[in-house]
């Protein structure tokens, strides 16, 4: 029997039915399958971006657009809502953390860990104004090629990858 009282446990709070992490995973399972010889920004920009495309279009397989939908307003009612902006800036100090983890590398090498620190911060903070834009926009433009046009403009045309020409 479990000396777990239902007082230990945190009850969810209103601010995690709209903010359910999906990215964290995601992005970490897409970084984790780079080359360690890329980039740092390269590697987190490109799984930002596939991380999204996955987001998005997820819907129903007969209405892809139903993904869309339900993260544009949750991220609408997020960019609207003062608790629940707080919440979403934990969320990217949290997925900031699972990109440094994923990037994996010498953890006892502190100038390498404030390296992934900072690539992981900065690219999060491109996507941070592709999502504001595409909520803005009323998702009127993919939201991979905002986070991608974001990350190319803070970084150059290096920063992503855009897979083969086609």
Request: charged fraction near 20%; hydrophobic fraction near 50%.
């Amino acid at each position: 029997m479990s000396d777990v009282r239902p007082s230990d446990v945190p009850m969810p709070q209103r601010e995690d039915l709209v903010l359910v992490d999906q990215k964290g995973p995601l992005v970490a399972e897409r970084i984790a399958a780079t080359s360690a010889a890329q980039p740092l920004v390269r590697r987190i920009g490109t799984a930002l971006v596939d991380a999204a495309a996955a987001l998005t279009g997820g819907g129903r397989p007969d209405d892809p657009a139903a993904g869309d939908a339900l993260l544009l307003a949750r991220l609408q009612l997020m960019i609207s809502t003062p608790a629940l902006w707080a919440r979403h800036l934990d969320g990217h100090y949290a997925l900031q953390q699972a990109i440094v983890d994923a990037l994996g590398g010498d953890v006892t090498d502190p100038d390498a860990e404030f390296r992934a620190r900072a690539a992981a911060g900065a690219c999060l903070a491109a996507m941070h104004t592709a999502l504001v834009r595409w909520a803005e926009d009323e998702g009127r433009t993919e939201l991979p090629d905002l986070i991608a046009q974001a990350l190319v403009a803070a970084f150059g045309p290096d920063a992503v990858d855009t897979g083969p020409a086609g």
